[in-house]
């Protein structure tokens, strides 16, 4: 059984996990398959490193996927 599991940030549409870091203002927002329901959900972390985890935990069975995005934190999102 094969692990499908994509990291990407803004400006690149692939990166390897070993290359991409965090940065103070940005969020790792991990969309993943659940073949168990049939449903795509996402997960939002502070952390890339826990994202990763949580990502490669999601990924159990032939079906699944994660994929995972660096974003921007918005202005209004910092505030808070």
Not at 16 to 35: A, G, I, K, L, R
Not at 60 to 77: F, G, L, S, T, Y
Request: include cysteine; hydrophobic fraction near 30%; proline fraction near 2%.
């Amino acid at each position: 059984m094969e692990k499908k599991l994509n990291t990407n940030t803004s400006t690149s549409t692939h990166v390897s996990n070993s290359t991409t870091s965090s940065t103070p203002h940005q969020e790792f927002h991990v969309t993943y398959f659940d073949s168990h329901c049939g449903r795509i959900r996402t997960e939002v972390f502070d952390d890339l490193r826990v994202a990763e985890r949580f990502a490669s935990r999601s990924v159990c069975d032939e079906q699944d996927w994660a994929v995972i995005d660096a974003v921007p934190v918005q202005q209004e999102r910092l505030a808070a």
